[in-house]
């Protein structure tokens, strides 16, 4: 059963950039279509990017323009780089599959901006 990892999340101020890693442990990811959700208190986990095995890419409005998602197969991991942060992006964030079926949730981890 495939393991997931997230890590890189931290305080930033407002217009701030953090990159989030996600690895992947117990069985390979690269045929899988990854995303990077986040869950906001009192909110639903809602998916903020997705990446196709061959490195197509999609976002939520929201964070159009602003966070790039990437992989690297080789490494069995996944990426999410986020610029221009702002306090509305606070949330944890989650790797996870989104095709064909999820994996396990790992514990995410958390992104904090404020001044």
């Known amino acids: 059963q495939v393991q997931l990892v997230e890590s890189g999340g931290g305080l930033v101020q407002p217009g701030g950039s953090l990159r989030l890693s996600c690895a992947a442990s117990?069985?390979?990811?690269?045929?899988?279509?990854m995303g990077w959700y986040r869950q906001a208190p009192g909110n639903e986990r809602e998916l903020v990017a997705r990446?196709?095995?061959?490195?197509?890419?999609y976002y939520a409005d929201s964070v159009k323009g602003r966070f790039t998602i990437s992989r690297d197969n080789a490494k069995n991991a996944v990426y999410l780089q986020m610029n221009s942060l702002k306090p509305e992006d606070t949330a944890v964030y989650y790797c996870?599959?989104?095709?064909?079926?999820?994996?396990?949730w790992g514990q995410g981890t958390q992104v904090t901006v404020s001044s």
């Open positions: 996870n599959a989104v095709w064909p079926t999820p994996f396990a």
């Open positions: 990446i196709f095995s061959g490195g197509s890419t």
């Open positions: 117990g069985g390979s990811i690269s045929v899988n279509i």
